[in-house]
């Protein structure tokens, strides 16, 4: 396989580090990786070309086309920000509007200054491990590469990666964000804007690329065959998980539970903006998982990416479907917000084997996801634990089912490995980096409700987040003042 030249140690490729494909002397192998053809093997070995003259056309396009492609995905999968705060937007009260869209907001800004000055070489040390396997370097930022001087050579090589360092850096930074903001969901309505800025830090900055390396970075888990095409463990489990520690550390919304345990529904405000932030999620998806193939070039890396969205797009159908008559059947109505976020649990569910299973088996396992989904809200709420959104029922209950279906379904066992023992790494794995994101974040939240700054006062959540934290109001103050939004 020929290379396109010199990489950073410190600024590793992405998810699964497949190499750059080229269509006659590549093929893919069973997990959507890419491996070199045996007639090619003796040039497996990278190529440092001098300047741009020494680089052929099908490398040239190579890196073109994963360059532009993955950008695209990288912008799709930043996009899923607006559905994010739509949805919790629409599933919680107009007074805490302001404060939801701020913190989306900021989940994103943070995230990526974060991520660029820290998280980005904890999450991809390359060979430059801190402790090996376990935690990687701090010496980030983005290395620009294909950059060319006065004389017309190379000052900077393209990346052997195959796709520009830039166009990595910004897919890999929206799927941090993406950890990040599924905790908003879980604690609306009651947690201080200050409090939520400290916990956002620290996930996209610490928690999240450290447990990420421990499989993407080539850590200790992918060492065991650990497999999470696009993350339902390694990013949705973990904001599904840190947003059951804040939730549990924060209690309920008042009003939720009456003085003798009685679950008292708070219904959102805007159900077609939920509804729309669903359609926006599900569109962005096809950035996260379809992106997540990362090399794009011939014939079967083409095939195995759109293929991927077909396996997304029929969980995400069986997910909806499911969740709809399992609530129907348990309420006596077709409950919208459950299928909504029966959408949401079968997009979670196959994310992590999008890859490797087969049609009936992305069937399978966007219907148990949605099943799920309705089973742990209603678990959640004999629990008494507020959870707004369900961010923990379709990102926490549902990243564990996609790295578990992995497992049952997948046809990416390791050479060596039995049925039997993919099921166990799996679990054992997502076991793993669900106790981290749980554990350090109930710290993180424990710590911060020891010094009084984690919820806001029972005046100030009566009188709503957007005038007690922000000062101003999402909607017209008349309309709030005559009660025409609740």
């Known amino acids: 396989m020929m290379g396109i030249g010199a990489s950073l140690a410190s600024v590793a490729s992405a998810q699964e580090e497949p190499a750059a494909a080229t269509e006659t002397a590549e093929v893919a192998d069973a997990s959507g990786d890419v491996e070199a053809a045996p007639a090619e093997e003796a040039e497996a070995e990278a190529v440092v070309f001098a300047s741009p003259e020494d680089v052929d056309a099908a490398t040239s396009f190579t890196y073109t086309i994963n360059t532009l492609i993955m950008f695209i995905c990288a912008v799709l999968v930043i996009f899923m920000q607006a559905g994010f705060a739509m949805v919790e937007v629409g599933l919680n009260s107009a007074k805490n509007t302001v404060n939801i869209l701020a913190k989306n907001v900021m989940d994103l800004s ?122 339902s463990v390694v990013v949705h489990a973990v904001g599904g998980f840190a947003g059951l520690a804040g939730a549990i550390f924060l209690g309920p919304r008042l009003g939720r539970y009456t003085a003798d345990g009685k679950s008292v529904p708070l219904p959102g405000h805007n159900v077609a903006f939920a509804a729309l932030g669903v359609f926006i999620l599900w569109v962005g998806w096809y950035g996260f998982n379809p992106g997540s193939q990362l090399t794009y070039d011939g014939v079967t890396n083409a095939e195995a990416t759109t293929y991927i969205a077909l396996t997304t797009t029929i969980a995400a159908a069986a997910g909806a479907v499911v969740a709809l008559v399992c609530a129907w059947g348990m309420y006596g109505k077709p409950d919208l917000t459950m299928a909504l976020n029966g959408v949401l649990g079968g997009l979670v569910g196959i994310t992590a084997n999008c890859d490797q299973v087969s049609q009936i088996s992305a069937v399978l396992i966007g219907a148990v996801g949605g099943a799920l989904v309705v089973l742990s809200v209603t678990l959640l709420d004999k629990l008494k634990i507020d959870d707004p959104v369900g961010a923990f029922p379709v990102h926490g209950v549902c990243g564990v089912w996609g790295g578990i279906a992995t497992g049952l379904f997948g046809t990416g066992i390791p050479e060596g490995m039995t049925r039997g023992g993919y099921i166990g790494v799996q679990c054992l794995s997502t076991l793993i980096i669900c106790a981290w994101a749980f554990i350090t974040m109930s710290i993180v939240f424990g710590v911060l409700k020891a010094m009084g700054m984690l919820r806001v006062s029972p005046e100030e959540e009566q009188a709503g987040l957007d005038i007690s934290e922000h000062g101003m109001h999402a909607y017209p103050s008349d309309a709030i003042a005559g009660g025409a939004i609740a």
Do not use: C
Request: hydrophobic residues 50%; charged residues 10%; negative net charge.
């Open 110 to 231: 943070v995230g990526v200054l974060l991520f660029l000055f820290v998280g980005y070489a904890l999450m991809y040390p390359g060979d430059s491990w801190t402790v090996d396997k376990y935690l990687g370097n701090f010496s980030s930022l983005v290395t620009r590469d294909a950059q060319v001087d006065d004389t017309g050579a190379f000052s900077e090589a393209p990346s052997s990666a195959g796709w520009s360092n830039s166009a990595d850096f910004l897919f890999q930074v929206a799927f941090a964000a993406t950890a990040a903001t599924i905790v908003s969901g879980a604690v609306a309505g009651r947690m201080k804007f200050g409090a939520y800025l400290v916990y956002s830090a620290i996930l996209t900055g610490l928690i999240y690329p450290i447990s990420g390396s421990w499989k993407w970075g080539g850590g200790f888990l992918a060492d065991m065959g650990f497999a999470d095409f696009a993350g």
